[in-house]
């Protein structure tokens, strides 16, 4: 990228921010209220159907001033309009990364390698289209004739958690005479409890696996096969009509027995962490229909366009992504809570873990050097009102900076009497404790004695986010999902990381290779790692021996 400096600590923004961060880190988030009636207001700001509140961060104006500065400085209006045009920016494995194409609008134009890629991803929409519609209307049957009431997606990591958040988060619109399952562990209690009291013939198997190779998918799948085999007494002519594949390699999906004509594919384009709007989300298209989830699609679509063209001040993926480096390298806070309060959304914090962290958790830069600042931080959370009861405790009164992202909508899904409001209640009133406490004069104005009073007063001053929308539909679901892809982009940037490898995880899979058949040896190997690993191999072979 033009005019890049070594370290983003050399960049000016970077430099004024350190100095600023000097004046401001003792401000209470108490006085920028009182002095600024306005701020609850104007620190806002609303795109797609997403509107975010962002003045209970430790900012002012100069803080923002500086941090847009930041983002001008390390490039990220450029980097942006190169993900769109299709530049290879994942430089290590030398890929564009357009999974904003998945939700482009038919019609529009994407060029990669000069061809325009869009109406490819059309033309597996409506595969998927069709195929979906079969499938719901009873058309596309088991092998024995009988109608397909179950579905299991097999996949791992971007294609296993995609999926399974998404159906959870879109449940309410979900086909309710079908089941769906997600089997992911390479632990064989996976497939079995997700299989236990399925009837085979009404069974259908997604095996997601953009490589077609990764070892828990493939395992998993050779499983299900049997299993279904084995109910058709041995009849492999079965697997044709239960199982169907996504994947990019049509080679390997053939050679498991599934016709490619139920193959659907996606590209090399298209991150696992960032693929739950390609084929891979065939079994959330099963479960809400093809007409929501073209509405999904398009929420996604709102928030590319809105974090494209909208100036930084206003654009909200950039302001969460640069009020985060805000949070981590100059507060030090070394985790993000994100904390939805909408029961389906239960897993959506484990979707953003790898999102965020095999995004960013990285400390080698895009030119191969060491960081010597901090990348991304840790993502954890609930949904509310549960974490309250839990660890919410050291939040309020640790000894951790945690910011938190708060998640809530307007209106509940399924209205129950009073539930709804005594939900937005208690996250409305999470982020105002957290940034205004309780001082100990308020304590002790409540009669509490001298000895007790320190135990209760909440020091405050803890950053929080909110972001707010009228109901949890597709496409705000979609709206919200890219608004923290972009976000991460956005950090990814100014860190100078490559956000869309993740060599990270290779050697423990390569060590693993190498372990599995000094397990399963029949004969005791001859073990050449370290003190440890040799004893846990030898321990695990001696428990494994029947009593
Ligand atoms: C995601 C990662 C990773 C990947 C899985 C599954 O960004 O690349 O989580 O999705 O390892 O890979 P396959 O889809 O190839 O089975």
Redesign the pocket.
């Known amino acids: 990228m033009k005019g890049r400096v070594k370290s983003i600590t050399e960049l000016n923004a970077w430099k004024d921010l350190k100095v600023h961060y000097e004046k401001i880190r003792g401000t209470r988030l108490r006085d920028l209220f009182a002095d600024d009636p306005g701020r609850g207001k104007r620190m806002t700001a609303e795109a797609a159907g997403l509107y975010l509140d962002y003045s209970k961060n430790i900012v002012n104006q100069d803080t923002l001033e500086l941090l847009l500065r930041l983002a001008e400085e390390s490039g990220l209006r450029s980097m942006i309009d190169a993900m769109f045009r299709g530049d290879r920016i994942n430089i290590t494995e030398n890929r564009s990364v357009l999974h904003v194409a998945l939700r482009a609008p038919r019609g529009s134009s994407i060029i990669v390698d000069g061809e325009n890629v869009v109406p490819g991803v059309h033309a597996v929409l409506d595969k998927m289209v069709n195929f979906v519609n079969r499938l719901r209307s009873g058309e596309w049957k088991g092998y024995s004739g009988k109608r397909i009431r179950n579905v299991i997606n097999i996949?791992?990591?971007?294609?296993d958690l995609g999926p399974v958040m998404a159906y959870e988060a879109l449940k309410y619109f979900s086909e309710r005479s079908m089941t769906f399952g997600f089997v992911s562990n390479i632990d064989g209690t996976d497939f079995i409890e997700a299989s236990i009291g399925l009837d085979p013939s009404e069974t259908l198997f997604i095996v997601?696996?953009?490589?077609f190779t990764?070892l828990e998918?493939m395992t998993n799948a050779q499983t299900a096969r049997s299993w279904l085999i084995q109910a058709f007494d041995g009849d492999e002519r079965a697997v044709a009509r239960h199982f169907v594949a996504v994947s990019t390699n049509a080679k390997e999906v053939s050679s498991f027995g599934i016709d490619t004509a139920n193959m659907f594919e996606f590209w090399d384009w298209v991150?696992?962490?960032y693929s739950m709007d390609s084929a891979i989300g065939l079994s959330t298209m099963i479960s809400i229909g093809p007409e929501n989830f073209l509405e999904l699609l398009d929420g996604f679509n709102q928030m590319d366009e809105h974090f494209r063209t909208t100036p930084f001040e206003r654009n909200l993926p950039v302001l969460m992504g640069l009020l985060g480096i805000w949070r981590s390298n100059f507060f030090g806070a070394e985790t993000v809570a994100v904390l939805p309060y909408d029961q389906y959304l239960n897993r959506l914090p484990a979707y953003l873990q790898?999102l965020t962290m095999?995004s960013n958790g990285k400390y080698v830069t895009v030119d191969g050097a060491r960081v010597d600042y901090q990348t991304g931080p840790i993502y954890w959370g609930e949904p509310g009102t549960n974490g309250q009861h839990s660890f919410y405790q050291l939040i309020h009164q640790g000894t951790k900076l945690i910011p938190c992202d708060f998640i809530l909508f307007a209106q509940s899904l399924n209205p129950v009497g009073r539930h709804h409001d005594m939900l937005l209640a208690n996250v409305i009133a999470q982020a105002e404790a957290l940034a205004f406490g309780k001082t100990l004069e308020e304590v002790k104005a409540d009669g509490v004695p001298d000895w007790l009073a320190p135990h209760k007063v909440f020091d405050g001053n803890r950053p929080s986010s909110v972001i707010l929308a009228k109901q949890l539909t597709p496409a705000i679901l979609g709206n919200l999902i890219a608004l923290y892809e972009h976000s991460v982009f956005t950090q990814g940037v100014i860190w100078r990381i490559d956000s869309f490898d993740?060599w990270g995880v290779e050697l423990g899979k390569a060590l693993a290779q190498r372990i599995i058949p000094e397990l399963e040896s029949d004969f005791e190997p001859d073990l050449h790692h370290d003190s440890s690993t040799n004893n846990l191999i030898e321990r695990c072979r001696k428990f494994k021996r029947p009593a």
């Open positions: 996949g791992i990591g971007g294609s997601s696996s953009k490589t990764t998918t991150g696992g962490r790898q095999e993740q």
